[in-house]
């Protein structure tokens, strides 16, 4: 993207660089309707330089946790510079909506970002400033713990991402050996996380007081944009997924019990085999991963594999799982370059794969929405970001042949794609009914909240797993949940998406010209209109009734014939 507002060779270090930017928005005269749009595209190019060297920071530290510098280059912006982007942006904000042009503007057009802007300036406090500066250092805390997990088996230390390979492995011995270790690993860093994690409450809550919340949720559903559903959809999608997609997961596990011939099914009996045939190694190196994953997409359409190429040609992908990196995967948008960048932890298995088309999806979704003319259409928000990479990996399933020359080890890969879909649903529902209740009462102690975190847990988990002699290690499981240390609130998107992904595979597999064109139109839109909207462009509905969620829990039977 070349700069009309900004200097070339601008390079951000300090606040120092870039304030005169923001002075000259500020004290701008706008005299007409072309000059306030003119206006918005100079503030919209500010953002996207400044979000990408945000980026490229985070990115750089969760690359290697072990770097104090890359730490501290993060925590410059976080803390120094970002702060007095906040104040700038309140004031650009109010400036904009109070311009006298502002009633003349395409209402249409600029539908959601007035209405982001508008919600913008009600809730901003200047105290929550160096607290919101604050709480996004000590989030890091999180990554730097967790990325320092390893676990001593055969002789050398491996990742958590490494050592759950061995859950797959056909001997029960060491699968339970493996699964004890794991969470032996994980149970010494427990007192370290609920620390961590009352301090993040903590924080939290006094935002929402200094903004004059009853409670976080209400001011975070607010601050993430949450203009077309509510806190009383998500209970509805809670009761949904209780009652007809957990009895599911019990049918499945009762199938895998009966076929692994077990008395009793144990939690590291979960990912094994039912057949008890070894784990599938999906490929040997990131290498291989890449330009697979650029062929299956270019079987879809030719574009998506050129997207691929084109970030792996620039540097955009660190794929490999390291001791010192950041758990996880993630896609981070990059507006001003407008190529995305991909960070997973890959070791070879099917999961990988799931990640890496599905993180190609977000990466689709960015390369469709660059030309978009402002960084607000760009940011679109979670519940159609991750519709747009969920849909990715069923629809690149259809092209999996790629990545496996047996045809019965394909076949495997897809079942265990879609029983995970069904498994992954109790799960989301766990995680975003916890966090209703964590900021509901943020004055809970640690028993209480680990007490509460059981009881929703046993709400949605299956009665078929055997738990005993390790239900010591499920009190803390919601410690593995990055997005609750590090993005509260930032889950139940994948729930919603999830649904909205099987209703576009469903009509891709009756119309696939027709079903990519709606969901190629659909991305494009980016945040332009509301996300009902999208998802009616994209040709299904954004709806979370136990109805509408039977209907697609029956396709998704169906195609794995259970």
């Known amino acids: 993207m070349k700069r009309q507002f900004l200097t070339n060779n601008l390079q951000v270090h300090t606040w120092q660089d870039i304030e005169k930017y923001f002075v000259e928005l500020n004290e701008r005269n706008i005299n ?5 749009e003119k206006w918005l595209q100079d503030r919209s190019e500010l953002e ?12 750089k530290m969760t690359c290697d946790t072990t770097d104090k510098k890359l730490s501290e280059n993060f925590e410059e912006f976080v803390t120094k510079i970002e702060p007095k982007i906040n104040e700038y942006t309140d004031i650009l904000n109010k400036k904009f909506i109070e311009n006298k042009y502002f009633n003349n503007l395409d209402s249409q057009k600029y539908f959601t970002l007035i209405r982001s802007k508008k919600k913008e300036i009600e809730i901003f406090r200047t105290e929550n400033i160096p ?19 390893t676990i001593d088996y055969e002789g050398k230390k491996q990742t958590m991402q490494q050592a759950a390979n061995y859950l797959k492995n056909t001997n029960r011995e060491i699968r339970e050996t493996v699964y004890r270790l794991i969470n032996e690993r994980r149970s010494k860093d427990v007192d370290k996380l609920n620390t961590l994690f009352a301090k993040l409450v903590d924080k939290r809550n006094k935002i929402s007081e200094n903004a004059n919340y009853e409670n976080y949720r209400d001011y975070k559903f607010d601050a993430m944009g949450r203009f077309d559903y509510n806190a009383n959809d998500c209970f509805e999608f809670h009761k949904s997924i209780e009652n007809k997609v957990s009895p599911i997961v019990d049918e499945i596990l009762k199938k895998h019990k009966e076929k692994l011939k077990l008395e009793k099914l144990k939690p590291w009996d979960l990912g ?14 990131s290498d ?4 697979k994953t650029i062929k299956c997409f270019s079987e879809i359409r030719p574009q998506y594999g050129e997207f691929i190429a084109t970030m792996q040609k620039n540097g955009y992908l660190d794929l490999d799982s390291r001791i010192g990196k950041a758990p996880g995967g993630y896609n981070y948008p990059l507006y001003e370059s407008n190529i995305p960048f991909i960070f997973m932890n890959a070791t070879g298995n099917v999961r990988d794969l799931s990640t890496m088309v599905h993180e190609g999806g977000h990466a689709i979704h960015a390369f469709l929405a660059k030309n978009l003319e402002l960084v607000d259409f760009k940011q679109t928000p979670s519940e159609v970001a991750e519709l747009a990479s969920m849909a990715m990996e069923l629809i690149s399933m259809e092209h999996w042949h790629v990545f ?12 265990q794609q879609l029983e995970g879909i069904i498994k992954v649903l109790p799960w989301i529902a766990t995680v975003d009914k916890f966090q209703h209740y ?53 889950y139940v998107e994948y729930g919603f998406a999830q649904l909205g992904a099987i209703a576009i595979w469903k009509n891709y597999k009756e119309n696939p010209e027709k079903t990519l064109n709606q969901y190629e139109n659909a991305l494009k839109l980016g945040y332009s209109t509301t996300i009902p909207k999208i998802y009616e462009t994209a040709g299904i509905k954004f709806e979370f009734s136990e109805q509408y969620i039977e209907e697609l829990m029956l396709f998704v039977k169906k195609e794995m014939n259970f």
């Open 32 to 36: 007409s309707i072309q000059e306030l």
């Open 48 to 59: 996207a330089v400044l979000e990408e060297n945000l980026a490229w920071r985070y990115i």
């Open 131 to 149: 607290i919101i500066a604050e709480l996004q250092t000590i989030e890091q805390e999180y990554g730097k713990i967790s990325g320092a997990m």
């Open 272 to 285: 094994v085999n039912s057949d008890l045939k070894p784990p599938i190694k999906v490929f040997k190196t």
């Open 288 to 291: 291989e991963l890449i330009e």
């Open 404 to 415: 496996f020359e047996d045809k019965e080890e394909l076949k495997r890969a897809k079942y």
């Open 438 to 490: 964590i900021y509901a009462n943020p004055n809970a102690t640690i028993k209480e909240r680990t007490d509460n975190w059981v009881k929703i847990y046993n709400q949605f988990s299956s009665k078929v797993i055997d738990r005993e002699t390790c239900e010591q290690y499920f009190a803390n499981t919601w410690q593995k949940q990055l997005h609750i240390f590090e993005v509260p609130f930032y």
